[in-house]
């Protein structure tokens, strides 16, 4: 007879039961990871605006003009610190008659690094301008940005002119308000009849902080996009793109919390007058290397 096979059986006991997450436990996981994604997100984007990262930018304005040529000397020098986390924006005007020494041209005006190395080499003007604020001042500056002056005319224009204030007669206008044109703001700033050169930097930052609030004002909004068309056209610069956004955000902020303007002073330079009859600026490093220290944490 055929030999029937034993019928094997289990035990309940042996069964292990299978156990289903309810889905709301797995949407509350996947919400979960969504929401440390969300705050990740957020912190990286306080990290970039508001890092402690000190950025120093270096803003020149040349004199070149279509009777003087595209090549020209940088009589507007501010040297500019920006911290976003604190926020303080530092801004340091710079004569241009300081006598220095250019690297690689030997001892000059600190106006005239831009324009010998432009007139060696085109395009190298800005980071001799670096170069020569680096080795001179000890300051940490790897950003420039040139405007050439005649630019301002098509800048303040496109704002549809802008208003300065005048707590005391300068640049050939009386003290108080002031409605300019762009023609008007160049020749304000580069009047050279009735002050001098501190007063010609000084009126630079009027003239820059105007222009800064002007933008800012809810009826210049519609005019912005020429106003940044027109600085593109004449601005150079190597600031690399995704600094914009940080950079923007903090001048944003700058008329809250003011922008800390200052200039090189006539108690800071010794004037004298070189082998050569040039007059120029003789720099007083232990005058000036406080304010360095002060503004620049250098």
Do not use: C
């Amino acid at each position: 007879m055929e030999e029937t096979q034993p019928t094997r059986t289990r035990s309940l006991e042996s069964f292990q039961p299978i156990t289903i997450q309810p889905s709301s436990k797995i949407k509350k996981g996947k919400y979960s990871r969504a929401k440390k994604g969300f705050w990740y997100f957020l912190l990286l984007v306080a990290i970039y605006f508001l890092a402690p990262f000190r950025t120093n930018i270096l803003l020149l304005g040349t004199d070149d003009s279509p009777d003087r040529g595209a090549l020209g000397r940088t009589d507007t020098i501010i040297l500019t610190t920006i911290v976003p986390l604190k926020p303080y924006v530092g801004m340091l005007s710079i004569p241009r008659d300081l006598w220095v020494t250019i690297p690689n041209v030997g001892e000059q005006r600190i106006n005239t690094a831009y324009f010998f190395a432009e007139a060696n080499e085109s395009g190298t003007g800005g980071d001799a301008a670096m170069q020569t604020i680096r080795e001179n001042f000890g300051v940490a500056v790897r950003n420039y940005g040139v405007i050439h002056m005649f630019g301002v005319v098509a800048a303040v224009d496109a704002l549809g002119g802008v208003e300065i204030q005048l707590d005391q007669p300068s640049g050939g206008y009386p003290a108080g308000r002031h409605n300019l044109t762009g023609i008007e703001a160049l020749t304000f700033v580069r009047d050279r009849a009735t002050s001098s050169d501190f007063s010609r930097m000084r009126r630079t930052q009027i003239l820059l902080l105007a222009m800064l609030n002007k933008g800012f004002e809810p009826s210049s909004w519609p005019k912005l996009p020429q106003f940044v068309f027109s600085l593109a056209q004449s601005v150079d610069t190597n600031i690399p793109l995704w600094q914009w956004p940080r950079l923007i955000f903090v001048f944003v902020r700058a008329p809250l919390f003011g922008i800390d303007s200052r200039t090189i002073t006539p108690d800071m330079v010794s004037p004298f007058t070189t082998s050569g009859g040039a007059q120029v600026l003789g720099p007083n490093w232990d005058a000036i290397n406080p304010l360095l220290k002060e503004m620049f944490g250098q």
